[in-house]
Nanobody, 127 residues
Framework: QVQLVESGGGLVQAGGSLRLSCAAS????????MGWFRQAPGKERDFVAT????????YYADSVKGRFTISRDNAKNTVYLQMNSLKPEDTAVYYC????????????????????WGQGTQVTVSS
């Protein structure tokens, strides 16, 4: 099993940047594909980005492509989400999630594929 703790959220003006971190417990972090999801007030939780456990492959929602970058440091058991050119519509609670996989290149973008979730971190973008 793995436990996830997000950090790095906060209040930022439109056009600004934030970097979210997700620290994972457990010795086998490198065998987990990771994802970021977000949930805006009154809306369903949506996919944002995912990274394979090898770090070689990534995939993004169209709404964040070109602005957000997902990365990981397996030595530090941490996955990151660098968010640039933030917009008010990026305001949401951001969650990281993990799924164990034997495939170093596999990506997962459906919420139901992830059994492990963090508690979330709030990102608010003011206009």
């Amino acid at each position: 099993q793995v436990q996830l703790v997000e950090s790095g959220g906060g209040l930022v003006q439109a056009g600004g940047s934030l970097r979210l971190s997700c620290a994972a417990s457990g010795r086998t972090f490198s065998s987990y594909a990771m994802g970021w999801f977000r949930q805006a007030p009154g809306k369903e939780r949506d996919f944002v980005a995912t990274i394979s456990w090898s770090g070689r492959n990534t995939y993004y929602a169209d709404s964040v492509k070109g602005r957000f970058t997902i990365s990981r440091d397996n030595a530090k058991n941490t996955v990151y989400l660098q968010m640039n050119s933030l917009k008010p519509e990026d305001t949401a609670v951001y969650y990281c999630a993990a799924v164990s996989t034997y495939s170093g290149g596999s990506l997962y973008y459906r919420q139901g594929e992830y059994p492990y979730w963090g508690q979330g971190t709030q990102v608010t973008v003011s206009s």
